[in-house]
């Protein structure tokens, strides 16, 4: 609660980690990769926190029949709804970093994991991905990093946080190298081994614009247990991508599509230490993580 009195110009040990949930939510913009957000109650971190504000009694009022937010009970997006803007039709590049791969996975089978799940969003909406060779200019930038590793998102050991994404038009995309990776349970016998396509369909879904889902079968749902296979769209994932990006043309729905509805208001779906109770309880962080064994 140490955030209660803080004022315009004051600095407050762990601000910069609440400024991180603003940033991700599009109330605060990102520093560049080699800088991070400080303590300072600035006047730029004011008014996001007035903006912020706004919002929350915008949602309120939206659910006793005024104007809402765009958030449902069931998915929701970063603020503001942003998205990859491009000619149509629209082609988004992605890219491994170079040096910060895992070693016990072939590059083959990592690639063929992520074009499976690249595949599943495009077969929905009118985008395409392709794999690039510059890492650099690359649209979708895809890398194993471990602890600190400089973005203010560090990594947590094995399990926890499984890997991060941010909004558009940004593209960072990282999993967590000191989890077990796998592309085949039946090589794998880790017990604490994760479905890479899993994790990376999910994480795809964050790139394009989606925050967490409260439908436990959604690939937006914001946990994964370990050696479980998760890799198919369902009905809320598809309402979501679609409101943001229009379906693709070719898409014909599965009438037994599946949807699990969530009665919830929303969700309190990761408490950060350091962070003061209204607000671990009302931001939804673009983290993945695993409910453990």
């Known amino acids: 609660m140490r955030f209660l009195d803080a004022d315009k110009g004051s600095s407050v040990d762990g601000m910069a980690e609440l ?55 069931r998915f929701a997006y970063f603020y503001g709804e942003p998205r990859w803007v491009r000619p149509a039709p629209m082609v988004l590049t992605y890219a491994f970093a170079p040096g910060d791969m895992i070693d016990y996975v072939s ?4 690639r063929t994991a992520f074009r499976r799940a690249f595949s599943r969003w495009a077969m929905v909406i009118p985008v395409n991905f392709t794999e690039a060779e510059d890492y650099s200019t690359a649209d979708i930038r895809i890398g194993w990093y471990s602890g600190d590793h400089g973005d203010g998102e560090a990594f947590d050991g094995v399990l926890g946080v499984l890997a991060h994404a941010f909004s558009p038009e940004n593209g960072r995309f990282h999993l967590d190298a000191a989890e077990r990776w796998a592309v085949d349970f039946k090589a794998e016998k880790s017990k604490v081994a994760v479905d890479l396509e899993s994790v990376a369909t999910h994480e795809i879904g964050h790139v394009l614009g989606l925050a967490h889902s409260s439908v436990k079968n959604a690939i937006m749902y914001p946990s994964l247990s370990p050696r ?23 898409y014909n729905e599965d009438p037994g599509l599946a949807s699990d509805v969530s009665s919830g208001r929303g969700m ?14 009302i931001v939804m962080v673009a983290y993945f993580f695993s409910l453990g064994l």
């Not at 990102?30 to 007035?50: G, K, R, W």
């Not at 590059?107 to 990592?110: A, G, N, Q, Y």
Request: charged letters at 35%; aromatic letters at 10%.
């Open 19 to 73: 400024k991180r949930y603003f940033g991700r939510f599009g109330y605060l913009p990102v520093p560049p990769e080699n800088m991070s957000f400080t303590d300072d109650f600035d006047d730029v971190f004011e008014e996001a926190l007035i903006l912020y504000q706004r919002k929350l009694v915008e949602a309120e009022e939206g659910r006793g029949g005024g104007k809402r937010v765009r958030t449902t009970a």
């Open 107 to 110: 590059p083959s089978e990592v």
């Open 228 to 250: 479980t296979k998760k890799v198919e769209l369902r009905k809320d994932d598809v309402e979501a991508i679609q409101a943001l990006y229009g379906s693709n043309p070719n």
């Open 268 to 281: 309190d779906l990761e408490r950060r230490k350091g962070l003061m109770k209204w607000t671990a309880t």
